[in-house]
């Protein structure tokens, strides 16, 4: 069974940085377009960012533009998330799968995994 597993969340002051990881097996990586998402307290899960195989592209929400970067390490089946400049409004827990775009927005295909949690305070 395919496995996505987060990682690198934690509590940080506003203004301060983390860097997520979501590492997964060759099957879910192999060829794959990945996206994180994530969800606030009360809210629906919403997208993030998301890195082609290539890495040649990246998207990005307009809330995390210029302050996140995603990156993959196709050889560790690993991808990142450097999130800098945080906000408590960044508060969520934080979810990476395999992605394709479908009727302009960009669509989770994959199993979650259990996500990472990123707190945020002021």
């Known amino acids: 069974q395919v496995q996505l597993v987060e990682s690198g969340g934690g509590l940080v002051q506003a203004g301060g940085s983390l860097r997520l990881s979501c590492a997964g097996s060759?099957?879910?990586?192999?060829?794959?377009?990945m996206g994180w998402f994530r969800q606030a307290p009360g809210k629906e899960r919403e997208f993030v960012a998301t890195?082609?195989?290539?890495?040649?592209?990246?998207y990005y929400a307009d809330f995390v533009k210029g302050r996140f970067i995603i990156s993959r390490d196709n050889a560790k089946n690993t991808v990142y998330l450097q999130m800098n400049s945080l906000k408590p409004e960044d508060t969520a827990v934080y979810y990476c799968?395999?992605?394709?775009?479908?009727?302009?927005?960009?669509?989770?295909?994959?199993?979650w995994g259990q996500g990472t949690q990123v707190t945020v305070f002021s």
């Open positions: 799968n395999t992605v394709d775009f479908r009727g302009g927005l960009w669509i989770p295909i994959g199993s």
């Open positions: 060759g099957r879910t990586f192999n060829y794959a377009t």
């Open positions: 890195i082609t195989w290539s890495r040649a592209t990246t």
